[in-house]
């Protein structure tokens, strides 16, 4: 069904919810960290090591207040296990040896992720937009 004249606009009515088409990795990554895929589908763990990439590379620390680190690092696994000991987001479990108390990794990753969506970090931005920069600099001039 056409829904506008200038510029062609067609809806697409489809009975039931179509597959996502993920074209590559990251975009993968992307969808998942906004929470258009279920988080177990991709692993907590990777969607958290994502998430702390796209930070560190726009220079946003704001994770080490609130995970209670003392300085920002670009390694997953010692995000977590800190993160999970400072803040006692710890578990039990049963192995050769009888009870252990080990850090919670997913539930450490699940408490970084959720602080994202909920703009604990600030705003994000996870497409590149360079382009948009350059443009938006040439029409200044």
């Given at each position: 069904m056409q829904v506008c004249?200038?510029?062609k606009v067609y809806l697409l009515d489809t009975p039931g919810v179509l597959a996502p088409n993920i074209r590559n990795i990251e975009m993968g990554l992307k969808l998942a960290?906004?929470?258009?895929?279920?988080?177990?589908?991709?692993g907590e763990d990777v969607i958290a090591d994502?998430?702390?990439?796209?930070l560190n590379l726009e220079g946003n620390h704001q994770y080490v207040s609130f995970l209670g680190?003392?300085?920002p690092t670009d390694n997953i696994q010692d995000l977590l296990v800190s993160a999970a000991v400072r803040n006692n987001w710890l578990k039990r479990v049963r192995d050769h040896r009888g009870m252990n108390i080990c850090p919670d990794i997913l539930r450490t990753s699940?408490?970084?992720?959720?602080?994202f969506r909920q703009g604990k970090f600030g705003k994000l931005t996870l497409?590149?937009?360079?382009?948009e920069k350059e443009s938006t600099r040439v029409r200044a001039r």
């Amino acid at each position: 069904m056409q829904v506008c004249e200038n510029p062609k606009v067609y809806l697409l009515d489809t009975p039931g919810v179509l597959a996502p088409n993920i074209r590559n990795i990251e975009m993968g990554l992307k969808l998942a960290l906004v929470a258009t895929i279920k988080d177990h589908l991709v692993g907590e763990d990777v969607i958290a090591d994502y998430l702390l990439y796209r930070l560190n590379l726009e220079g946003n620390h704001q994770y080490v207040s609130f995970l209670g680190l003392d300085f920002p690092t670009d390694n997953i696994q010692d995000l977590l296990v800190s993160a999970a000991v400072r803040n006692n987001w710890l578990k039990r479990v049963r192995d050769h040896r009888g009870m252990n108390i080990c850090p919670d990794i997913l539930r450490t990753s699940d408490k970084f992720i959720r602080a994202f969506r909920q703009g604990k970090f600030g705003k994000l931005t996870l497409d590149d937009v360079t382009w948009e920069k350059e443009s938006t600099r040439v029409r200044a001039r």
